[in-house]
T-cell receptor, first 115, second 115 residues
Framework: NAGVMQNPRHLVRRRGQEARLRCSPMKGHSHVYWYRQLPEEGLKFMVYLQKENIIDESGMPKERFSAEFPKEGPSILRIQQVVRGDSAAYFC?????????????FGPGTRLLVL | AQSVTQLDSQVPVFEEAPVELRCNYS??????LFWYVQYPNQGLQLLLKYLSGSTLVKGINGFEAEFNKSQTSFHLRKPSVHISDTAEYFCAVSDHSNQGGKLIFGQGTELSVKP
């Protein structure tokens, strides 16, 4: 059973460009979480999605960031007009259920560098 | 609001020595607690979790943690570390305020095992 897949693993963008990060959850998992890890910091929650629904986006910046998890295909985290402060590692996690006790399985992350 | 504090940002230790990585949390309700490990340039891997029941939780790779409600702590221990345990360790609590199980992470503790 393949784990959580994320691509690309590394992404370089210039200021003002768009970044698209993809996450394929583990087979059978329909719950996806996105976290951001800034340099020298822990992970911070961004958004929680189920298929075709955003359940909790309380950690998403108000502008330029959006996320989706369509019925078919991977979850996408989209960052428009990137700035240098967006440089970070972005991790996706998936779980089989919605409860607080469910284990989240993390992908290897996408490391975004904004020049 | 819930929070997690990891008291040590870096812990250097010699191989085969015991180690304790400290974690304190704040919460007014029942908590679910997790320890994850992150090897360089990789995603997070679950070491162990506390949901209920026995306060001593055993995890993978010889790690264990003890839930102490009165001290609001969940310290991670290993009686004898290996070079391969060198990694970043994150303590996390499952947030209770919203739907789903978003995790609130501590700042991380970098464990460095020296020969």
């Amino acid at each position: 059973n393949a784990g959580v897949m994320q691509n690309p693993r590394h992404l370089v963008r210039r200021r003002g460009q768009e970044a698209r990060l993809r996450c394929s959850p583990m087979k059978g998992h329909s719950h996806v979480y996105w976290y951001r890890q800034l340099p020298e910091e822990g992970l911070k929650f961004m958004v929680y999605l189920q298929k075709e629904n955003i359940i909790d986006e309380s950690g998403m910046p108000k502008e330029r960031f959006s996320a989706e998890f369509p019925k078919e295909g991977p979850s996408i985290l989209r960052i428009q007009q990137v700035v240098r402060g967006d440089s970070a590692a972005y991790f996706c996690a998936s779980s089989i259920g919605a409860g607080r006790q469910e284990t989240q399985y993390f992908g290897p992350g996408t490391r975004l560098l904004v020049l | 609001a819930q929070s997690v504090t990891q008291l040590d940002s870096q812990v250097p230790v010699f191989e085969e020595a015991p180690v304790e990585l400290r974690c304190n949390y704040s919460s007014s309700v029942s908590v679910y607690l997790f320890w994850y490990v992150q090897y360089p340039n990789q995603g997070l891997q679950l070491l162990l979790k506390y949901l209920s029941g026995s306060t001593l939780v055993k995890g993978i790779n010889g790690f264990e943690a003890e839930f102490n409600k009165s001290q609001t702590s969940f310290h991670l221990r290993k009686p004898s570390v290996h070079i391969s345990d060198t990694a970043e360790y994150f303590c996390a609590v499952s947030d209770h305020s919203n739907q789903g199980g978003k995790l609130i992470f501590g700042q991380g503790t970098e464990l460095s095992v020296k020969p």
